[in-house]
């Protein structure tokens, strides 16, 4: 059966800090993967989405960035957060060209900046 | 406006009550979802369909193409149910479909009394 892990689960760092969010799939290949950001109080929104590796897509312009260095990883990165990435993060994936296949979320990061 | 409008934003019931949460689009959409998230962050799909009604349970699934709109109920609802319920559709496009992109709605906070 399929899996998806997200660590950590709750992160608070300062402002101007470095971030690394991972994200893993286990038991399946060639997923497409997303990071999606949920402020507070508002919906989904996707920030990332990759459909292959060292393939990136971008939906909003941002202080964050994704990577994509092995099949079934997916890393949410920043160089220096802003209090305006406090919010919760989580990683999904998909069965690629799958119309049919449905969203498997992972449990989430919620992240706090200072 | 909103691609995507739930209603209502709020439900509080009572235990065994019939539920019915409403999801309004205004674009093409080639699949829509039904997710659940828990009070810790985690998100469940439900349900995904392009046509007619699904049921899972005491959960039922309903979409009407013509319309835009789709509804989900719950039949004997239950404390266990209190969530956040989510509505997200899939666009008809090529990009969308291929990269099973999706637009969310804003939730409806669903609480069940004993």
């Known amino acids: 059966s399929q899996t998806i892990h997200q660590w950590p689960a709750t992160l608070v760092q300062p402002v101007g800090s470095p971030l690394s969010l991972e994200c893993t799939v286990e038991g399946t290949s060639n997923p497409n993967l997303y990071w999606y950001r949920q402020a507070a109080g508002r919906g989904l929104q996707l920030l990332f989405y990759?459909?292959?590796?060292?393939?990136i897509s971008s939906e909003v312009p941002q202080n964050l960035s994704a990577s994509r260095p092995q099949d079934r990883q997916f890393i949410l990165s920043s160089k220096k957060l802003l209090l305006s990435d406090s919010g919760f993060y989580l990683c999904?994936?998909?069965?690629?060209?799958?119309?049919?296949?449905?969203?498997?979320f992972g449990n989430g990061t919620r992240l706090t900046v200072t | 406006k909103n691609e995507v409008e739930q209603s209502p934003q709020n439900l509080t019931a009572q235990e065994g009550e019939f539920i019915t949460i409403n999801c309004s689009y205004s674009v093409g959409i080639s699949a829509l979802h039904w997710l659940q998230q828990h009070p810790g962050g985690g998100i469940v799909s439900l349900f995904m369909l392009s046509s007619g009604k699904k049921k899972h349970g005491r959960l039922i699934a309903t979409i009407n193409i013509q319309e835009k709109h789709s509804s989900l109920h719950i039949t004997a609802s239950h404390p266990r149910d209190s969530a956040v319920y989510i509505c997200?559709?899939?666009?008809?496009?090529?990009?969308?479909?291929?990269?099973?992109?999706?637009?969310f709605g804003q939730g409806t906070r669903l609480t069940i009394n004993p």
């Open positions: 997200a559709v899939r666009g008809g496009g090529y990009e969308s479909q291929g990269a099973q992109k999706l637009v």
């Open positions: 990759s459909v292959g590796i060292g393939q």
């Open positions: 999904a994936w998909a069965r690629l060209s799958s119309y049919n296949s449905p969203l498997h």
